[in-house]
């Protein structure tokens, strides 16, 4: 089936560096999804992807899907301490009713 | 707050017992999606129930089974259970079917199997 890779699995940076997180696939991606779960708490939805080459931003982040719509980005300029946990993006598959979530980038910033 | 409730918030048991995981959605939303969070695999999706009917199953186990009531809310049942069954257990609720619908996820039940 579909499997959505994320890269880095964990990322350290100190407060005011910029972070980026990608998520790939081997084939097309339908919608990709971008979710945020703070240690201890549940995945909060962020932001979705559909058309190819789009751009989103909000604030600080800034979400890109690929051309190719086989690849999506997260980027976080200036970190802050409240951009801490774990980034997943998600494919929301064509016909299919689920979303297949990658594993994960899980982010911490040091103050 | 999503406004997805999830009970209990913790759950410890035996090898070999059964459990049963409730999720009430959202005001308003039809379908609810149940998936599984464990330190190695991550979030993985096990069944998605749309107006009380079953609509999409990913890797969920023989052992488990679920069911949307008519006033929509869902449970998870889980059965002999094996210590490789604990994790965090979300309930998520959208309004449509669709998977390109924003999925709004509750706190969780962890479930730990000794």
């Known amino acids: 089936g579909q499997q959505v890779m994320q890269i880095p699995q964990y990322q350290h940076v100190q407060e005011g560096e910029d972070f980026t997180t990608y998520c790939n696939s081997s084939?097309?991606?339908?919608?990709i999804q971008w979710y945020k779960q703070r240690p201890g708490g549940h995945p909060v939805f962020l932001i979705q992807l559909v058309k190819s080459g789009e751009v989103k931003k909000q604030k600080r982040l800034t979400f890109q899907f690929g051309e190719a719509k086989k690849n999506s980005s997260l980027h976080i300029t200036a970190t802050q301490t409240t951009d801490v946990g774990t980034y997943f993006c998600?494919?929301?598959?064509?016909?299919?009713?689920?979303?297949?979530f990658g594993k994960g980038t899980l982010l911490t910033v040091n103050p | 707050d999503s406004g997805v409730t999830q009970t209990p918030k913790h759950l410890i048991t035996a090898t070999g017992q059964r459990v049963t995981l409730r999720c009430s959605p959202r005001?308003?939303?039809?379908?609810v999606y149940w998936y599984q969070q464990s330190l190695d695999q991550g979030l993985q999706f096990l069944i998605q129930?749309?107006?009380?009917?079953?609509?999409a199953k990913g890797n969920i186990l023989e052992r488990f089974s679920a069911q949307q009531f008519p006033d929509l809310h869902s449970e998870l049942n889980l059965s002999s259970l094996e210590l490789g069954d604990s994790a965090l257990y979300f309930c998520?609720?959208?309004?449509?079917?669709?998977?390109?619908?924003?999925?709004?996820f509750g706190p969780g039940t962890r479930l730990t199997v000794l």
């Open positions: 129930y749309y107006n009380g009917e079953e609509r």
């Open positions: 998520a609720s959208s309004y449509w079917a669709s998977g390109r619908d924003t999925q709004y």
């Open positions: 005001s308003g939303d039809l379908s």
């Open positions: 998600a494919d929301s598959g064509g016909s299919n009713y689920k979303l297949t």
């Open positions: 084939t097309t991606l339908s919608n």
